[in-house]
């Protein structure tokens, strides 16, 4: 008699619905890959396609393509707006109600402004490439105006050349680093306005940058930013954002650009299932990556909580990619109708995070680098994680090109409808 695990849903196509759907290539199962966008992100590259130093296409792939010789997948694009549990379906936006005898939720997180929502029109975060060409268009044209007031108005110039990132997490180290980098470059392209008034700003509530890392890290990593021109303020609170400047416990800043990289909700995934959880919306999971109360269903990557220790285990990729292939095989050997008692264990190699060029800070498997030999390892950690050869290839080209010639090569300003089309 056949075994009754015949159609596996994954909702998400980010690094652990991915590694989901490749770890049932050869199970008997037919597989619905269902996402609100056609490409698969590599979202630990998304802010060098805000400064300029990337294209979209180079960090992302479209799904189908990826999955094009794996004839068990059918890819969806469609956004999805809840579980019915009764009924084993999941409910999309179209209207189709895709039917499923396992399902795996990898939905990724979302911005969280802790409880102040109005901030986001004004501190924008990065999660897709939207978000990314919105910001880079920011980036790029507060320089234009710099420019254009440097002589009417030059303490309006001084503010547009002023530029906060909020959170001192690897994402806003990263970024506050391109920034500065970017500031420097540009410069020579420009007339009026001085080099002397760009201003990058990295605002921390904590003690310290980079607070996951071990503290010799963290110390060198601010000390790389203050090397390149960035002002790191721990200890400082946001009380308030506007459209010309940021209220903190330590004062006022002014400034006309403002990037939130401080926290992160979880997907409403833990909402569809009605599972109760904490602040930050992740859905709490056991050993193997299911609910309490749930055998039909996995939670994996940002979405959800997996605390065998007593501490989370982070939203980095590597997280989400170990999860989802473990999920896959136990529902293989599920499939095939074979046991599969082992519980999910996390192979931890490290953390990362690039400062700018030649400075970056690594402990991998215990063993801690900084500067170039950090950075060559901080490059060559991401290109292995992109999918594709030619993505790879075409980063190694402009990274290489931006090492030799210190230029940017994606400063193009395209402005948008409030739809976000191209005008």
Same mark, same amino acid.
């Given at each position: 008699m056949p075994h009754p695990l015949k159609h596996v849903v994954i909702v998400g196509a980010g690094f652990g619905g991915l590694s989901a759907a490749k770890a049932l290539a050869k199970s008997p199962v037919q597989i619905t890959l269902i996402d609100q966008q056609n490409h698969h992100l590599f979202q630990p590259l998304l802010y060098q396609v805000a400064t300029a130093s990337l294209t979209p296409?180079?960090?992302?792939?479209?799904? *189908?393509?990826?999955?094009?010789? &794996?004839?068990?997948?059918?890819?969806?694009?469609?956004?999805? +707006?809840?579980?019915?549990?009764?009924?084993?379906? @999941?409910?999309?936006?179209?209207?189709?109600?895709?039917?499923?005898? #396992?399902?795996?939720?990898?939905?990724?997180?979302?911005?969280?402004? =802790?409880?102040?929502?109005?901030? !986001?029109?004004?501190?924008?975060?990065?999660?897709?490439?939207?978000d990314a060409l919105a910001l880079r268009e920011q980036v790029l044209s507060a320089f234009e105006k710099a420019e254009l007031l440097a002589d009417s108005d030059p303490e309006a110039a001084k503010a547009y050349q002023s530029f906060v990132v909020i959170g001192a997490g690897p994402t806003g180290v990263e970024m506050a680093g391109a920034i500065g980098e970017l500031a420097a470059s540009v410069m020579r392209d420009f007339r009026r306005i001085d080099p002397a008034d760009n201003r990058v700003i990295l605002v921390e509530g904590g003690p310290r940058v980079l607070p996951s890392f071990a503290e010799k890290l963290s110390a060198r990593a601010a000390s790389d930013l203050? $090397?390149?021109?960035? $002002?790191?303020?721990?200890?400082?609170?946001?009380?308030?954002?506007?459209?010309? &400047?940021?209220?903190?416990? &330590?004062? @006022?800043?002014?400034? /006309?650009?403002?990037?939130?990289?401080?926290?992160? &909700? !979880?997907?409403?995934?833990?909402?569809?299932?009605?599972?109760?959880?904490? *602040?930050?919306?992740?859905? +709490?999971? %056991?050993?193997?990556? *299911?609910?309490?109360?749930?055998?039909?269903?996995?939670?994996?990557? %940002?979405?959800? /909580? =997996?605390?065998?220790?007593?501490?989370?285990?982070?939203?980095?990729?590597?997280?989400?990619?170990?999860?989802?292939?473990?999920?896959?095989? *136990?529902?293989?050997?599920?499939?095939?109708?074979?046991?599969?008692?082992?519980? =999910?264990?996390?192979?931890? !190699?490290? !953390?990362? #995070?690039?400062?700018?060029?030649?400075?970056?800070?690594?402990?991998?498997?215990?063993?801690?680098?900084?500067? =170039?030999?950090?950075?060559?390892?901080?490059?060559a950690a991401h290109v292995y994680f992109l999918i594709g050869f030619k993505n790879r290839l075409f980063v190694v080209l402009q990274w290489l090109w931006a090492y030799v010639t210190w230029q940017r090569g994606v400063r193009l300003i395209m402005h948008r409808d409030q739809d976000g089309n191209v005008t």
């Open positions: 296409a180079e960090i992302a792939t479209p799904i *189908r393509h990826v999955l094009r010789k &794996q004839g068990n997948v059918r890819v969806v694009m469609d956004r999805v +707006e809840g579980v019915d549990r009764a009924a084993k379906e @999941v409910l999309c936006e179209s209207g189709e109600r895709v039917g499923y005898d #396992a399902l795996i939720l990898a939905t990724g997180a979302q911005h969280s402004y =802790f409880g102040n929502d109005a901030w !986001a029109e004004h501190a924008p975060g990065l999660k897709t490439l939207q203050s $090397e390149l021109g960035v $002002e790191v303020r721990v200890e400082t609170m946001v009380t308030g954002v506007s459209d010309t &400047q940021v209220e903190t416990n &330590q004062g @006022v800043i002014d400034a /006309r650009t403002c990037i939130w990289a401080a926290g992160v &909700q !979880a997907s409403p995934a833990a909402d569809w299932l009605g599972i109760e959880t904490g *602040r930050s919306g992740h859905a +709490e999971v %056991d050993k193997t990556l *299911r609910p309490e109360g749930f055998d039909d269903v996995y939670v994996i990557g %940002d979405t959800a /909580r =997996f605390a065998p220790q007593g501490d989370a285990l982070p939203g980095i990729a590597p997280v989400a990619k170990q999860m989802g292939t473990y999920v896959g095989k *136990r529902l293989d050997a599920e499939a095939r109708g074979k046991g599969f008692d082992k519980p =999910f264990r996390y192979a931890d !190699a490290g !953390a990362l #995070a690039t400062i700018g060029r030649n400075r970056a800070v690594a402990d991998i498997f215990g063993l801690k680098v900084t500067g =170039f030999i950090g950075w060559l390892l901080w490059g």
